[in-house]
């Protein structure tokens, strides 16, 4: 750019530099003048100054000296000094100011006298009217009017300059040749004007018979007309005068009115002085000497003469005018010619800028080619290498399967191990180390997975309406044990108790699950970790009205801040920090869990201090648009009593509160193990069988005989099996009055919503994603059948069960409201017995029997009781009766039994319970 930008100054100076050259060059001339008065020098001046008008390369100054030569030597010198090219002068006084000449000469500047002479050859040119031709005219007009004989007078100019000299001598020397012309007196008009009068009538009082007046110019003549007018002479001799200038009052006006005979033209020479000068300055040839011939006027050629001046007078005009109209154009010419210049300035420039902009658009053209060029190379080279790694990563999908279940069956022995306490201690640590690679290895799988599906677009949001609040409290739970062990004040804070949100529960289970992981990986000992829930107004405007924030605050060693904004990258993870367990993975997949659920998660950090990571979620459904299966099987999700189990990491010891629990149950639950793969069996008995008793069967069909026979309390079941695979087992199950109550846990390798959702359908009651831990597998069935405790619980103070009720199966809830209406109808019949009532069910009698025992803990006398308890404490409430008629309305043989039932169940007797 600079190289362009040199190129356009050059041109422009080039461009201006020959403008300038071609400025025309400006001759001066000086021109000293020795008198100003006098028309005729003044006419001198006019001529020079018109002539100039056709030299426009000369200019001219002008400086008077007013008959002073002192003055017009140091005007000369002014002119010199000022730097003319030629000098033109006309010398007052040829002594004092020749010098002056002469040195201007010398120095090299052209002089041109003017109208008088110096005495000397330093002059470059002069010009002026032939005085002594001037002289001779004269005196032969003067002989010829007077025949040749006569009087005459002559009066003279001032003798010192050089025409009147040549005019006399001209005059006199011609008068020669007439012997009878005689000149009788010469009137020398040095002193001044006034002696031409006085000489003059003295010369005619003595000589009146006078033929002619000579006079020097026409104002001596003029004076001599009036002279003779005013004296008593009768014959008026001729009155011969020199200059005939045009002017009014001049000399041929006094010829036309008859004041003078004639008068002799004397050229004042500016207009041939300011021709040679242009001569000399062009260096042009010249003569030296100019003498301009002389035309005498008398009344013959007057008349013609002034119309000739007339009209030339006229020309003049014209010719001004021209010339005004000439500098007026060349005006126009010179501003249009600055404008031409300027706009062949611009325009060249513009012309520049185009070639360089073309320029350098081909160059771009270039570059822009070999970029498409390059980018085409590059999406090709892209494209190859999305196929690559699409390839790697369908083979880790495809592997990531198969190694699920093996992985099971290492991580699963590996925790019974760990749990054996007559382990030696280098082995146990090493039995760790394994464990705790394994976890990895399998975290690792599962997130890989979950991008696969994310990448090919196979990843299915399905959200749910469930209560956040319990289902974060519940991680909150899980990660406890680790808290403890690590001595970490780990609390839950919220300002709601319950809060319905729309959300994918595996999906932000994974996320929280990431989020706290994180927090106890990064901070030490004794440290604090806090999950903070609020609902809250979005900052910005949105669908939604509210939104719930999750924060997840640890006080551990933070993000460096030129770390921060890579945090949610794939794989990265920060320097140095010291993060071996993880892959780097969870972030980026919490990232895009979280915006499928249009919400946002971000982070805050201050290195050593704290991180905090918030989610955010919309409330409400306004934000996306609900697919009508989805909400279906949403439905079916919510209703459902979630009992998830999380596998947080911990170094796999006891849990004591397991411990606690298992004592707790007296008598040993049986469980019926459903599983076709006979490792896989075995795995699960052996994690089982320390608390339960264990049948076991291969098949669905298998299992429906076994649940036949055994009664088991709980069954664990794959869901892929030959025969009949789990799915239809839990359906048949779950079909039948006589099994639906049993709770049905699924296992599968398969960890799709999709499967789980099909296993809900079917009226499982839990799902249990392999691989598992045997924690994880214990936890939930303890935790199942701790619930059926609850249920029992719950049914010794309500008798019927609404539809709400979400932990019993349809069959179930029916089954024990049709018992409560049987009971309420047959209220008066005293021997009614549980063979009638298993008649009226449609069921035998030990059947019902162990159904209701079951379901809800109690014998069936003991649960016709309560529900007759449950009628009269109604009828307390309501029917303001009498105890002892409530006791037998409710179907008690006596008032004190009722009475003594009564405050057994409640607490109360019935007439305190009455009176409050
Ligand atoms: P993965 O979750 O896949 O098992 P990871 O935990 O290393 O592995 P991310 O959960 O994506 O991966 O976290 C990325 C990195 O961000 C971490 O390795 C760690 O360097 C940094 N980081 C995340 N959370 C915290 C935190 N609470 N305190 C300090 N650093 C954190
Ligand atoms: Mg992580």
């Not at 400006?26 to 021109?31: S, W």
């Not at 106890?520 to 604090?528: L, Q, V």
């Not at 993880?582 to 895009?592: D, H, I, N, R, Y």
Request: hydrophobic fraction near 40%; aromatic fraction near 8%.
């Amino acid at each position: 750019m600079i190289n362009y930008f040199k190129i356009i100054l050059t041109v422009l100076f080039v461009l201006f530099a020959t403008k300038f050259s071609l400025a025309k060059e400006i001759y001066r001339i000086g021109f000293s003048q020795c008198a100003q008065h006098g028309e005729w020098r003044k006419n001198m001046e006019a001529e020079m100054e018109r002539e100039l008008m056709f030299h426009n390369d000369l200019s001219l100054t002008i400086k008077q000296a007013y008959d002073d030569s002192k003055l017009q030597i140091q005007q000369i010198n002014e002119l010199v000094n000022s730097g003319i090219d030629l000098l033109i002068v006309s010398p007052y006084q040829i002594g004092p100011i020749q010098p002056v000449i002469e040195e201007v000469y010398q120095k090299g500047i052209p002089v041109i006298l003017i109208d008088r002479k110096i005495n000397s050859e330093y002059y470059t040119a002069y010009v002026g009217g032939d005085n002594y031709e001037i002289g001779k005219v004269a005196a032969t007009y003067i002989a010829n009017k007077l025949n040749n004989k006569g009087k005459i007078v002559e009066i003279l100019g001032a003798q010192i300059s050089s025409p009147a000299i040549e005019r006399t001598l001209g005059f006199n020397e011609t008068l020669k040749n007439f012997p009878n012309l005689h000149n009788i007196s010469k009137i020398d008009t040095e002193e001044s004007l006034e002696v031409i009068s006085d000489s003059l009538t003295a010369i005619l009082e003595r000589d009146p018979d006078i033929g002619a007046v000579f006079a020097f110019n026409d104002d001596y003549a003029n004076i001599a007309s009036k002279a003779i007018s005013n004296s008593a002479i009768t014959k008026s001799p001729l009155i011969v005068g020199i200059d005939g200038l045009p002017n009014p009052g001049g000399g041929i006006e006094l010829v036309e009115k008859g004041v003078l005979t004639a008068t002799l033209i004397y050229p004042t020479g500016g207009k041939e002085a300011i021709e040679i000068a242009s001569k000399i300055l062009h260096q042009e040839s010249f003569e030296k000497e100019n003498l301009l011939s002389t035309t005498l006027i008398d009344f013959s050629n007057v008349d013609i003469l002034r119309k000739q001046i007339h009209k030339t007078n006229l020309l003049q005009t014209d010719i001004t005018k021209s010339q005004d109209m000439l500098i007026n154009l060349g005006e126009k010419y010179k501003s249009q010619q600055l404008w031409l210049f300027s706009i062949t300035i611009t325009f060249l420039l513009v012309i520049i800028l185009l070639v360089l902009l073309f320029r350098s658009f081909k160059t771009l053209k270039v570059a822009n080619k070999n970029l498409e060029r390059q980018k085409d190379e590059l999406e090709l080279l892209s494209k190859k290498l999305e196929k690559a790694t699409q390839e790697k990563l369908k083979f880790f999908t495809n592997i990531s399967h198969e190694f699920r279940t093996p992985l099971t069956l290492i991580v699963g022995p590996l925790q019974d191990l760990l749990h054996s306490s007559n382990l030696p201690s280098d082995v146990h640590q090493k039995a760790v180390l394994m464990h705790k690679n394994a976890h990895r290895l399998l975290q690792m799988i599962n997130q890989l997975m979950d991008f696969r599906k994310i990448e090919n677009a196979q990843m299915q949001f399905q959200p749910g309406n469930f209560d956040v609040i319990s289902f974060l409290k519940e991680i909150h739970e899980s990660f406890q044990a680790l808290a403890e062990k690590k001595r970490i004040n780990f609390t839950f804070d919220s300002t709601e108790t319950e809060l319905k949100v729309w959300f994918d529960w595996d999906k932000l289970d994974k996320v929280i699950f990431n989020l706290l992981s994180n927090a106890f990986k990064f901070t030490p000992e004794n440290g604090a970790i806090q999950i903070k829930v609020k609902k809250d107004k979005p900052v910005v405007k949105t669908l939604w009205e509210d939104e719930l924030v999750i924060k997840v605050i640890d006080s551990g060693k933070g993000i460096p801040a030129k770390y921060i904004s890579h945090i949610f990258d794939r794989f990265y993870q920060v320097e140095h920090s010291g993060s071996k367990k993880g892959t780097g993975l969870g972030l980026a997949l919490s990232k895009e869990f979280i915006e499928m659920h249009r919400g946002k998660i971000f982070v805050e950090s201050k290195e050593g201090k704290e991180t905090i990571f918030t989610v955010k979620l919309p409330i409400g459904d306004s934000h996306f648009n609900m697919d009508s299966n989805l909400l279906e099987a949403s439905k079916i999700l919510e209703s459902r009593n979630h009992i998830e189990n999380y596998e947080v990491y911990s170094d796999a010891e006891h849990d004591e509160k397991d411990a606690e629990i298992e004592n707790v149950t007296t008598e040993k639950k049986v469980i019926l193990l459903v599983e076709d793969d006979n490792d896989v069996r075995l795995y699960i008995k052996e994690c089982l069988k320390e608390n339960y008793v264990i049948h076991e069967a291969v098949n669905g069909k298998d299992a429906l005989t076994s649940v036949e026979e055994d009664e088991p309390d709980l069954i664990v079941s794959d869901i892929m099996m030959p025969e009949m695979d789990g799915l239809e087992l839990t359906h048949q199950l779950k079909n039948d009055l006589k099994t639906c109550h049993i709770p049905i846990i699924l296992l599968t390798a398969k960890s799709t919503l999709e499967q789980r959702l099909e296993g809900l359908e079917e009226g499982a009651d839990s799902y249990i994603p392999k691989p598992f831990s045997r924690e994880h597998l214990q936890i939930r069935v303890r935790k199942l059948l701790e619930l059926r405790n609850k249920i029992h619980e719950r049914y010794k103070s309500q008798y019927f069960i609404d539809d709400e009720q979400g932990d019993l199966s349809r069959l179930d809830k029916q089954f024990l409201n049709k018992i409560s209406k049987i009971v309420k109808e047959n209220l008066q019949k005293e021997e009614f017995t549980v063979e009638e009532l298993g008649e009226l069910i449609g069921l035998s009698r030990v059947q019902t029997y162990r159904k209701l025992k079951k379901l809800t803990g109690m014998s069936a006398s003991e649960y016709v009781r309560l529900i007759k308890l449950k009628v009269s404490l109604e009828l307390i409430k309501t029917s303001g009766k009498s105890i002892s008629e409530i006791s037998y309305e409710a179907g008690f043989s006596s008032p004190s039994y009722f009475a003594q039932c009564f405050k057994k169940q409640f607490g109360i007797s019935p007439s305190d319970y009455a009176k409050k």
